[in-house]
């Protein structure tokens, strides 16, 4: 089973939100990451966590995207790989995004981080015209205010797309999650209760129920 986290904008948290959901995950069933990011931050992050005695995350790595998709093709479903995409359009990206049981994107509401969202409708459309079907992708408010608390404008920009579909939950900009990847630890390991990790749970409960997980 593969979850992707992708955008081809960086910056929205992908990186984040894919460390945090993997290590939740892995209490249910054997997780992996790939890192596709050109710079490797979960790599690091899963560095970090060694040092701190924690388990390590099993962390792949590919040279090209055929091996990717040759990984994507022998896809089992009692194990979950997560992808971390890179920030940008990419033929790793374009299988990942392919390969996907279920993509999510971060977006925030500021303008630049909607327009990329503009730009990633596009990818969806071509590839969607490759492969005979219509791809989606799973939309997720992130580094949101924590002021702020109509959502309208937003969720009627999303809505309008058959590329996107809503998840309810909604990531808010929280000191503790960025001091948390920072020690190699999920959010519930840094500071369990906390508003941060709350959010999490949700985004993590949606997640593990659109993929069918018990």
């Given amino acids: 089973m593969i979850l992707t986290l992708s955008h081809q904008k960086g910056g929205v948290g992908k990186s984040t939100i894919a460390w945090n959901l993997a290590v939740l995950f892995s209490n249910i069933i054997p997780t992996r990451i790939i890192d596709l990011d050109t710079q490797r931050s979960l790599t690091v992050t899963n560095a970090l966590r060694q040092e701190h005695r924690l388990t390590p995350i099993p962390m792949l790595h590919f040279n090209s995207a055929g091996e990717l998709a040759e990984y994507a093709a022998a896809d089992a479903e009692d194990v979950l790989t997560i992808i971390d995409s890179g920030g940008f359009d990419s033929a790793f990206n374009r299988v990942a995004i392919i390969a996907s049981d279920l993509l999510i994107t971060p977006v925030s509401d500021k303008p630049f981080d909607l327009m990329g969202l503009q730009k990633y ?84 409960n949606e997640v593990k129920s659109i993929l069918k997980f018990k």
């Fill in 121 to 204: 409708e596009e990818i969806l459309k071509s590839l969607s015209e490759i492969q005979g079907e219509t791809l989606k992708t799973h939309v997720l408010f992130n580094n949101i205010n924590p002021a702020m608390k109509r959502f309208g404008d937003l969720i009627d920009f999303v809505c309008s797309s058959e590329h996107f579909e809503l998840l309810v939950p909604i990531l808010r900009q929280r000191v503790d999650l960025a001091h948390s990847v920072g020690e190699g630890k999920s959010i519930k390991e840094y500071r369990i209760f906390s508003r941060a990790d709350q959010e999490m749970d949700e985004l993590f």
